[in-house]
């Protein structure tokens, strides 16, 4: 079975531009979650999207936002972009989203540079 | 809030001896635990997770987890370390927030470092 796919896997883009990434989840996966790295601030959580629904939100800022499609798969969007968002942007898909022991399959990520 | 802390940001071992990666955990509630490698330039892998029951939980390419509650610790452990398990691994919590949606919760990492 494929696992989770994402494009594009590398991106550079100028301050004040947006971005659009994409990502496949494993076939059967209803759940789409994204997470930010960095440096600095680790692994953080962006958002979670199932059945279509935003089901729950990171402490980031409307200019990240996100959707999912009924085929599950999911883009984010991060408009005017800053220098800070430069990251690796990581999606992860998992069956449902209601499962405590639910496991989140990760793909290989998108890494954004903002100049 | 749910939080995990790994609080070695690398852990050095010559190959061939045993790994220990530490992760304590803070939760309200039961806790839902899982480690995941990273290597360079790609994403998360999963290992290993605990939900309930056995409180050794055997994982992906010979990793072992021990759930403690009364320490509350989730390290991860390898009998034998090989060159080829350096890299970056992260604990993470389940945290399930209001209603039914959930994320991981994860902690800052720690480094392996494994030597001939």
């Known amino acids: 079975k494929a696992g989770v796919t994402q494009t594009p896997r590398y991106l550079i883009k100028t301050r004040g531009q947006q971005v659009t990434l994409s990502c496949s989840p494993i076939?059967?996966?209803?759940?789409v979650s994204w997470y930010q790295q960095t440096p600095g601030q680790g692994l953080q959580f962006l958002f979670e999207?199932?059945?279509?629904?935003?089901?729950n939100k990171g402490n980031f800022p409307g200019r990240f936002s996100g959707r999912q499609f009924s085929n599950s798969r999911s883009e984010m969007n991060v408009s005017t972009l800053e220098l800070g968002d430069s990251a690796l942007y990581l999606c992860?898909?998992?069956?449902?989203?209601?499962?405590?022991?639910?496991?989140?399959?990760f793909g290989p990520g998108t890494r954004l540079l903002v100049l | 809030a749910q939080s995990v802390a790994q609080p070695e940001d690398q852990v050095n071992v010559a190959e061939g001896n045993p790994l220990t990666v530490k992760c304590t955990y803070s939760?309200?509630?039961?806790?839902?635990l899982f480690w995941y490698v990273q290597y360079p330039n790609r994403g998360l892998q999963f290992l290993l997770k605990?939900?309930?029951?056995?409180?050794l939980v055997k994982g992906s390419y010979g990793f072992e987890a021990e759930f403690n509650k009364s320490q509350t610790s989730f390290h991860l452990k390898k009998p034998s370390a090989l060159v080829s398990d350096s890299a970056l691994y992260f604990c993470?919590?389940?945290?399930?927030?209001?209603?039914?949606?959930?994320?991981?919760?994860f902690g800052t990492g720690t480094r392996l470092q494994v030597t001939l």
């Open positions: 999207y199932f059945s279509e629904t935003q089901r």
């Open positions: 939760v309200s509630g039961n806790p839902y």
């Open positions: 993470a919590v389940r945290d399930m927030g209001t209603g039914t949606a959930s994320k991981l919760t």
């Open positions: 605990y939900i309930t029951g056995d409180n």
């Open positions: 076939s059967g996966h209803r759940s």
């Open positions: 992860a898909s998992s069956l449902t989203t209601s499962g405590r022991g639910e496991t989140q399959y």
